[in-house]
């Protein structure tokens, strides 16, 4: 069975540009979660999706946004990149939400220059 | 204030030492997971907990609900189990995360 994917798994973008990364979750699980971790804050949840729905949310501004199509893999947008946001991206999958055990990707990591 | 505290936020140890981590929270939780990150990213969920005790292999985690407390232990240390560990609650509809304790076992 193959694992959560995510892809690019590094990236270099622009102060202003805008960037998407993609998660492509277990065959059969329904939620895909984001988390940013950065060396200062560490790892913070992003938003939760679950059959193409946005089912939860942290504390994040709206240049943040997601969102999941019919085969349950997700894309995560940042738009008006800055500095602060370099940071590893996370996504997890799971068969039903935030209190089910969840398998990780490897990442994208993002540096903002 | 932190809402999820671990300890200790450094750990070295000897291979085949017995170890402890330790897991505070502040707030109601539906469940608590236990993380592990190796360098390099990539997270691995160890257990989930909403009560008792659960063993896998070298690990074991227990959870005490009205201390709001939970332990991760492992037995028989060896050097692969150096890592970060992370505790994380599900809180309503947000997970929040400890700030983790960097494990470094030594042979």
């Known amino acids: 069975k193959a694992g959560v994917t995510q892809t690019p798994r590094y990236l270099i973008k622009t102060r202003g540009q805008q960037v998407t990364l993609s998660c492509s979750p277990i065959s059969g699980h329904r939620s895909v979660s984001w988390y940013q971790q950065t060396p200062g804050q560490g790892l913070q949840f992003l938003f939760e999706y679950f059959s193409e729905t946005q089912r939860n949310k942290g504390n994040f501004p709206g240049r943040f946004s997601g969102r999941q199509f019919s085969n349950s893999r997700s894309e995560m947008n940042v738009s008006t990149l800055e500095l602060g946001d370099s940071a590893l991206y996370l996504c997890a999958s799971s068969w039903k939400g935030i209190d089910a055990e969840a398998f990780f990707g490897q990442g994208t990591r993002l540096t903002v220059v | 204030k932190n809402e999820v505290e671990q300890s200790p936020q450094n750990l070295t140890a000897q291979e085949g030492e017995f170890i402890t981590i330790n897991c505070s929270y502040s707030v109601g939780i539906s469940a608590l997971h236990w993380l592990q990150q190796h360098p390099g990213g990539g997270i691995v969920s160890l257990f989930m907990?909403?009560?008792g005790k659960k063993k896998h292999g070298r690990l074991i985690a227990t959870i005490n609900i009205q201390e709001k407390h939970s332990s991760l232990h492992i037995t028989a240390s060896h050097p692969r189990d150096s890592a970060v560990y992370i505790c994380a609650v599900t809180n309503t509809d947000k997970l929040i995360f400890g700030t983790g304790t960097r494990l470094q076992v030594f042979p």
């Open positions: 907990l909403s009560s």
